[in-house]
Structures are given as C-alpha cells and as structure tokens.
C-alpha cells in the first residue's frame, strides 16, 4: 500500500508539469510570464534569474488581477521577512502589480533590462484561462510579436492546467510548432511520512512558511484532477473548453482517488 506522501508527490509533480527544472540555467525563451502566488518564493527566484542573466527574456509579463485568492498574497507578502516592509502599500492592489512593487524594491530593473528585457504588467486577469488570454491581448496592445517560446512560472499546484490553458489560446501558433510553451515551476512541492501517520513539507531551499498551509495545499491538488480532466465536468474540450487536452494517467487518477477518499477536498 503506497503512502499518504508518495500519493501526494506522485498528483504533485504531475501538477507542477517541471519542463524547465532550473529557470536560473534555462535556455533563453520570447517571453516568460509570471502568474503572481501566494507562494512568493517562485517570485523571488525568477528575479534573481534575471537580474544574473537578463538575456534570459526579451519580454516579461507580470499577470495577475484581483481575485478570490488575492488576499492570501497579501498575506505572504505581510509574514514575509523581507518584502513585508510593502504590505500596507500593496493592500487592494491586483496581484501583478504587487510583483512589479517586489520588483521595483528589492531587485535592480535596471540590470534586468540591461539587455532589452521589456517588463508589462497584465493587471486584469482572475483565472488562468484569463491570464492566457489577458497576456496575449497586452503583447499584441504592446507590439510584441507572438513569441516562439515561451515559459510560464505558476503556482505548482495549477501549472499544468496553466500551460494547456496558454496552448488553447495560442492554440493556432502552437498547433503548427511556431510557439512551444514550457512549465517553470521553481520547484516541485513534495512531503515525507513523519510521525503518528502525518505529513511534513519535504522541499529543499523552500521555507516552510512561505509554502502552503498543508490543509489547503491538499484541497488545492485534490481540486485540481477533475478541472484537468477532459469530460462533460473537465475544462478540457470535451467540458468547458477552457484548455487543450490533457492525458491524466491512469497512476495519477489512482493516486488522487485515494487522496480524495482520505481528504475529501473541497475546491
């Protein structure tokens, strides 16, 4: 019988899609587009990438609007320990625009634009199929040719559904090879057994803080299966339309069945 954890990872890292495991090494890519987190980590990382490598883009999207989620950002932003400084000043700001203030305080745009790194900010957006979409009417409002690659960095909890959401709107262009979508989570959420049958955050260079509260990490995952799966209920083409279609192994559907059975999940 598999283990409460080896079941998490196993949904978890189909999830988080990791098609680029390092953004800081990554090959240079069009565009990358960040979808703002209450995981600020995946943030903070992709700055210090382009402030060491600014050829790494020629464009950045910072995307996020205000939505259900956004009072958690504001959240992680206050319990930060170097960004709360900026908690009263991002109070009812989208979420996009909460990075371009992390941006703006604590890392050189200067030096990331050095190269010609063009910084938007798609403040408009309250799902991923919007960010998808609000991201592609802003580079064409901006004059930035439809890219050829592009990497994404979402929450790993949603960035698959992220990227078949980005290949159903770009779905001409990808359809033909001339754009390629990648997933850069940052890293890749996983958990370890510890004692009397519980679970602990087992991710290395991630505090514990700056992650999920467990309860709503599992709700989020146990959410997420049904959203991907192409049926009548499913945001896939034969549901919702909402994204391409996407292949959930029979492995990860065994797994989530038995995450459900324990957790419920309400999302």
């Given at each position: 019988m598999s283990s409460n954890s080896s079941d998490v990872n196993l949904v978890a890292k189909f999830l988080a899609h990791p098609q680029v495991p390092s953004?800081?090494?990554a090959e240079p890519v069009d565009c990358i587009v960040i979808c703002a987190?209450?995981?600020l980590h995946q943030a903070t990382v992709l700055f210090r990438a382009l402030e060491s490598r600014p050829i790494l883009t020629k464009t950045l999207v910072l995307c996020g609007g205000i939505g259900h989620s956004t009072p958690l950002i504001y959240a992680a932003v206050s319990k930060h320990p170097v960004y709360h400084e900026l908690a009263s000043d991002i109070e009812g700001k989208p979420e996009a625009r909460v990075l371009e203030a992390i941006l703006q305080k604590h890392f050189d745009i200067d030096k990331i634009t050095s190269q010609?790194?063009?910084?938007?900010?798609?403040?408009?957006s309250t799902n991923c199929g919007a960010n998808a979409s609000k991201t592609r009417e802003l580079l064409v409002k901006e004059g930035v040719p439809v890219p050829k690659s592009m990497v994404l960095v979402q929450d790993p909890t949603m960035a698959l559904r992220t990227v078949a959401a980005f290949e159903k709107t770009f779905e001409e262009e990808v359809s033909v090879g001339r754009l390629v979508v990648k997933s850069a989570p940052i890293f890749v959420p996983r958990m370890k057994d510890g004692s009397e049958g519980r679970t602990a955050w087992d991710v290395?260079?991630?505090?514990?803080?700056?992650?999920?509260?467990?309860d709503r990490f599992y709700d989020l995952i146990i959410g997420e299966i049904p959203r991907l799966r192409d049926n009548v209920n499913g945001y896939g083409p034969g549901g919702k339309g909402f994204i391409v279609h996407v292949d959930v192994p029979a492995e990860i559907e065994e797994a989530w069945s038995k995450l459900k059975e324990k957790f419920g999940g309400s999302r």
């Open positions: 953004v800081t090494a987190s209450a995981v010609g790194c063009r910084i938007i900010v798609e403040d408009q290395d260079d991630v505090e514990a803080e700056e992650l999920w509260d467990v």
